[in-house]
């Protein structure tokens, strides 16, 4: 035989791995230990569904693709985990106390804090979190664009912040009557929020603001705080000019104000041509009332009496400077005078020397007649004339003078003389008298 070279092949089938890793996405540790197979052919199929773990603390959040097939090659399969974390929603008051619910089902408190459960890379949404607690009001939460997101490694807090509720009033009230006179107005807030008031001040139709709060800013309290604005009813002070029956003959004075508010009207009487005052208010000052007050000026129409001193056979004035006016107004009383003038007797007088004024001008004259010298009468003395006794110089004898000589022939002469003037001096006496009996009897019997 001959000699034929023998080849031997031997074939060897190369074995496939299949290689299970659990790994962090966000890390790419591995957290759990892998799962290691050998042995396998490239005709071997493999499907690794139930090789997923539940890894504490940890959620699957990604599976091999493809999850199973053949080993054409060596198969290296990852399954991904996210570490799980949580969004924590928190609820409290200003001080940072967590603020309790009620339970619907069981109607206890409860702790208001949400916690979200999730795991990195997670989207979440706080949106439509916020709450009503009775008694607070919500004054702080988290940003819109923080109330949606994703988780993250660490848990994520969220905190919407409550004050207690407090509110301020502002009022308006009649300050003599204390009734309120229009609707208050509350602003609403919470404890510790400031507030400001100024604006609040309103004008009411009918009032005047007379007194306005001293604090108007400040921080609102638990307590309510009742800020008051004090009004005063408007009225009316009136002041009327009349005559003496009662017609209005100047236009009236309107002076408005309000109740408490002090007034004067001294400065409102008025002087009218053709009138004169006749009545004032007793009172001219004080403070206006809730009523309209009114104040009466009350005139009387000027008017005059003239008073004239006339000659009675002349018609001319026996002195002018005694003729006068008598000024006053309708109704006033009057009385003029009769005056007496040298060289003139009193004999009438025309119109009414006294009275009361009326509308017209009052006239009175009053007449006077000149004093006339009354002729002489002869009167008869019956005392009988007795000659003056001659005197009888009585001469010393001596050189040049005579003894006993009577009266010289021109001295008789003289002393009937003196004796006819004493003797007419006291006839034109008696006349006189008898003139003046004569007028005082006259005077009487006008």
């Known amino acids: 035989m001959g000699l034929d070279t023998i080849t031997v092949t031997y074939y060897y089938v190369r074995y496939r791995n299949l290689t299970i890793k659990y790994v962090d996405k966000f890390t790419d540790g591995e957290i759990s230990t892998r799962v290691e ?5 490239k005709t071997d199929t493999y499907d690794v569904s139930g090789n997923e773990k539940t890894i504490d603390g940890y959620t699957l959040i990604e599976r091999p693709d493809p999850i199973s097939g053949s080993f054409d090659t060596d198969k290296e399969l990852t399954f991904y985990y996210a570490l799980n974390t949580n969004v924590i929603v928190k609820y409290v008051d200003k001080d940072g106390n967590i603020l309790n619910e009620i339970d619907p089902a069981t109607g206890n408190e409860v702790d208001s804090t949400i916690t979200l459960p999730g795991y990195q890379g997670q989207t979440y949404d706080i949106t439509n979190t ?19 997101g994703t988780y993250g490694r660490e848990d994520k807090e969220f905190v919407y912040t409550y004050a207690r509720v407090a509110d ?51 921080n609102m ?30 236009e009236e004075v309107v002076k408005p104000g309000y109740q408490g508010l002090e007034f004067n009207i ?41 008073v004239t001193y006339l000659d009675k056979e002349t018609g001319k004035v026996i002195s002018e400077l005694n003729e006068y006016v008598l000024n006053g107004y309708v109704g006033k009383a ?26 017209n001008t009052i006239k009175v004259t009053y007449y ?79």
Do not use: C, W
């Open 130 to 148: 916020s709450k009503d607690f009775d008694g607070y009001v919500l004054i702080s939460e988290p940003a819109d664009s923080d109330k949606t």
């Open 266 to 306: 001294n400065g409102d009487k008025l002087d009218i041509d053709g009138y004169v005052l006749v009545e004032e208010p007793e009172v001219t000052t004080g403070v206006y009332t809730r009523v309209d007050q009114i104040f009466i000026y009350k005139y009387a129409k000027a008017t005059k009496v003239i």
């Open 37 to 41: 197979e050998t042995g396998k052919k």
């Open 221 to 250: 309290t638990v307590t309510e705080q009742v800020f008051t604005y004090y009004y005063a009813l408007n009225t009316n002070v009136i002041v009327k000019y009349v005559d003496q029956d009662d017609n209005e003959i100047h």
């Open 368 to 446: 006077y007649v000149q004093d006339k010298p009354i002729p002489q009468e002869p009167t008869t003395d019956p005392t009988p004339y007795k000659a003056p006794t001659p005197r009888v110089k009585t001469v010393k004898h001596g050189i040049g003078r005579s003894n006993g000589t009577l009266p010289q022939t021109g001295e008789s002469p003289m002393i009937v003389i003196a004796t006819l003037i004493a003797g007419l001096y006291m006839v034109v006496s008696f006349i006189k008298l008898k003139f003046v009996d004569i007028k005082i009897k006259r005077s009487m019997r006008k």
């Open 334 to 359: 009057y009385e003029t005078e009769q005056k007496e003038f040298k060289g003139y007797t009193f004999v009438e007088s025309t119109g009414k020397t006294k009275g009361t004024m009326t509308e």
């Open 168 to 218: 301020v009033v502002v009022k308006y009230v009649d300050k003599y009557t204390d009734e309120e006179i229009e609707t208050p107005v509350t602003i609403n807030g919470y404890e510790g929020k400031a507030f400001d008031i100024t604006d609040q001040v309103k004008d009411i139709p009918g009032y005047t603001l007379i007194e306005e709060p001293t604090v108007k800013t400040g």
